[in-house]
């Protein structure tokens, strides 16, 4: 049986992938800060369906929090051969202009350093099992029409970490995989559920996200957008 982790899968996307792979017959491990949110979203996903879910508390926000997680994955879901890097913040939605440093380094904790340090964290039990690490990102280009420069910034330096460890893992033949995947514009809390045109919902998104991780395809440090951005 297949075991993934995927973070701040209470809720939004992450909450559809667990259910998708749940689906699958895969045993799902859900990533939340909060013991109730998580009991919730465990307690969902057996009312549909999904068999074998379990739940780690992570706040990415709190390293202490990530190295907890860390010794609780290896010592009671040491199986685990997927890690979806899905947890994040918006930051402030502000200009660039007036950002101040305090939410710049608060996005970036949550979306990068503490990604990066469960990722790093995980990696020997991944690479036992010929893991992979997926993250949920997107494009950073410049765009006038959606500019939001903490979120963009630290989705940046995420996009790097994957490409990063790409190179290093091909150098060094691990056995291991990374690769990104952007969901385009979705309807979760992270954008206050805007429900506009062009817009998707988290199971749409998460059935297509299914579809790429169980395509048998090695996507190693490939970036693949399942939506584009809105222009």
């Known amino acids: 049986m297949k075991t993934a982790l995927i973070t701040g899968a209470n809720?939004?996307?992450?909450?559809?992938?667990?259910?998708?792979?749940?689906?699958?017959?895969?045993?799902?491990?859900?990533?939340?800060?909060?013991?109730?949110r998580a009991e919730s979203a465990v307690a969902q996903l057996k009312e549909a369906d999904?068999?074998?879910?379990?739940y780690v508390?992570?706040?990415l926000s709190a390293p202490e929090t990530i190295e907890q997680a860390v010794k609780a994955v290896q010592s009671d879901f040491s199986d685990i051969d997927l890690l979806i890097n899905n947890a994040g913040i918006p930051g402030g939605h502000g200009s660039s202009l007036t950002e101040s440093v305090e939410d710049l380094q608060a996005t970036m904790q949550v979306n990068f350093f503490g990604t990066f340090q469960l990722t790093q964290g995980l990696l020997p039990i991944l690479k036992e099992?010929?893991?992979?690490?997926?993250?949920?990102?997107?494009?950073?280009?410049?765009?006038?029409?959606?500019?939001?420069?903490?979120?963009?910034?630290?989705?940046?330096?995420?996009?790097?970490?994957?490409?990063?460890?790409?190179?290093?893992?091909?150098?060094?033949?691990?056995?291991?995989?990374?690769?990104?995947?952007?969901?385009?514009?979705?309807?979760?809390?992270?954008?206050?559920?805007?429900?506009?045109?062009?817009?998707?919902?988290?199971?749409?998104?998460?059935?297509?996200?299914?579809?790429?991780?169980?395509?048998?395809?090695?996507?190693?440090?490939?970036f693949l957008e399942i939506y584009g951005e809105l222009k």
């Open 50 to 54: 999904v068999e074998i879910v379990d």
């Open 129 to 222: 099992n010929h893991g992979r690490i997926v993250n949920i990102t997107i494009p950073t280009d410049p765009n006038p029409f959606w500019n939001p420069f903490a979120y963009k910034s630290t989705k940046a330096a995420q996009n790097v970490m994957m490409h990063a460890l790409a190179i290093d893992f091909e150098k060094e033949n691990k056995n291991l995989e990374t690769f990104s995947i952007h969901p385009g514009p979705t309807t979760t809390d992270l954008n206050g559920n805007i429900t506009a045109e062009g817009f998707h919902t988290p199971d749409d998104v998460a059935e297509k996200i299914t579809a790429i991780l169980l395509d048998g395809s090695t996507h190693q440090g490939e």
């Open 57 to 59: 508390l992570i706040d």
């Open 11 to 36: 809720k939004g996307i992450g909450f559809a992938i667990a259910k998708s792979l749940g689906k699958q017959g895969w045993h799902v491990i859900i990533g939340a800060r909060i013991k109730d």
